[in-house]
């Protein structure tokens, strides 16, 4: 069962909310869920199909509407910082008539008290308590991360427009994607914020999967230095995944955090090692689904490959539509931000390169330019654009890979790690 993970950066306190909007709180502290009684029943979300999911740009703000009569009871789950930590639970009226809407499972604070009616109609926990909700009014409840230090919810605290703008200048520290696919874009918000939430995978499981992992953490502002010594393991461990698509953004995710961390002699060692493994992309249909980190790394391979923009040409739904994208990789010590503005079926690009300078090309697009300035503009080639092409893309990213390795010479004992010097 995937689940949305929330939480606040520099505590513990961690729990999942389920596709209904159920809050499992980690190292079994308990599970708080909902039910609302409309104007023809009680409604339990786990169990009815008129669930739908989203979250706010990807962040860990996540909302959950429930159909009822004539309209929708809408659920938002949010962490704040504020009195030790506390999880918001909101839940919005969105329909003109009155409804109550009853927790059970954990202890929550509330602004009111509950009502002290009986609930009816429904076989509910002895721990149940429920809040009238008037038409197109909200009730806020809260579970504290600390339990014992406030005994109800302060009248004001943070709004889910506020953490998730907070969420959003955090994550993209890293890069900053403004897509014609909006969804493109919230899965890499998503995946990295459950990356700083829930921290990387396990380097003994996917080496990939961890390295990835660590530099979208460093990139993010996360200190480099305590992940060295893992770090060093991890690239020792990659002689299992050579034929892995994602490996060059591995190896480059290794050379940036040793960067970072100050692992100068380890970072020259893993440069001339990446460089001995094939870089491009191509887009398959057979390409598994991406999860984690390697949806970051696949969604900005769309727009570059090392210096290569749109290795692949562009997406069709993305013809035609403007975009910006910004600190997208091009190497380990190079990024590029750059818009892409149209002149009928001509692309223009405008952009500018930091770190290291390289050369910037776009081999299927525009495959007689290249420029090697940092700042610059240039109209490239007549696209085929659909007629009628609709503003709005589906793009599904995970059909991504770096080429077949099968071909290359990389040995076993070139990634055996015993020509990297860590320390």
């Known amino acids: 069962m995937n689940m949305v993970t929330v939480g606040v950066l520099g505590t513990s306190w961690r729990a999942g909310v389920t596709p209904w909007g159920a809050l499992e709180q980690w190292d079994?502290?308990?599970?708080?869920?909902?039910?609302?009684?409309?104007?023809?029943r009680w409604y339990r979300p786990a169990g009815e199909a008129t669930i739908r999911q989203t979250t706010v740009d990807g962040t860990p703000v996540v909302e959950t509407r429930l159909r009822i009569p004539k309209g929708d009871a809408v659920q938002r789950v949010y962490a704040v910082p504020d009195h030790g930590g506390l999880t918001i639970i909101e839940?919005?009226?969105d329909s003109p008539l009155p409804i109550a809407v009853a927790f059970t499972g954990t202890?929550?604070?509330?602004?009111?008290?509950p009502t002290t009616v009986p609930i009816e109609g429904i076989e509910l926990g002895a721990d149940a308590v429920s809040f009238p909700v008037g038409h197109h009014a909200t009730v806020v409840v809260a579970i504290a991360h600390e339990p014992g230090v406030l005994t109800a919810l302060p009248a004001t605290v943070p709004t889910a427009t506020q953490v998730a703008r907070g969420w959003l200048a955090t994550v993209e520290r890293a890069s900053r994607l403004v897509l014609p696919d909006a969804a493109v874009a919230a899965a890499v918000v998503r995946e990295r914020c459950e990356l700083l939430l829930g921290g990387p995978a396990d380097p003994a499981d996917d080496a990939v999967e961890f390295l990835l992992g660590v530099g979208e953490l460093v990139r993010m502002g996360m200190p480099a230095q305590p992940w060295v010594d893992e770090v060093a393991d991890a690239v020792a461990a990659l002689v299992g995944h050579s034929h892995d698509p994602h490996l060059v953004a591995a190896l480059?995710?290794?050379e940036r955090v040793c960067r970072a961390a100050g692992e100068d002699r380890a970072a020259r060692d893993l440069e001339r090692l990446r460089d001995r493994v094939p870089r491009g992309?191509?887009?398959?249909?057979e390409s598994p689904a991406a999860s984690g980190a390697r949806v970051v790394a696949e969604a900005e391979a769309i727009i570059a490959a090392g210096p290569d923009l749109?290795?692949?040409g562009l997406p069709d739904t993305w013809l035609g539509q403007q975009l910006e994208v910004y600190n997208v990789p091009t190497g380990a010590t190079s990024a590029v931000s750059f818009a892409v503005r149209w002149h009928g079926e001509r692309p223009a690009v405008l952009w500018e390169c930091t770190g290291t300078s390289v050369a910037l090309r776009s081999s299927v697009l525009a495959p007689n330019w290249s420029s090697d300035a940092p700042t610059g503009d240039a109209l490239w080639p007549a696209q085929a654009i659909p007629a009628g092409m609709a503003a709005a893309s589906n793009l599904s990213i995970g059909n991504l890979s770096t080429g077949d390795l099968s071909g290359s010479d990389?040995?076993?004992?070139?990634?055996?790690?015993?020509?990297?010097s860590f320390g």
């Open 28 to 40: 079994g502290l308990g599970t708080l869920d909902w039910f609302v009684a409309a104007d023809d």
């Open 91 to 93: 839940i919005e009226n």
């Open 107 to 113: 202890p929550v604070l509330s602004v009111r008290q």
């Open 252 to 254: 480059d995710a290794a």
């Open 281 to 285: 992309a191509q887009r398959t249909n």
């Open 310 to 312: 749109f290795p692949s």
């Open 410 to 420: 990389l040995s076993a004992g070139d990634l055996s790690g015993g020509d990297i």
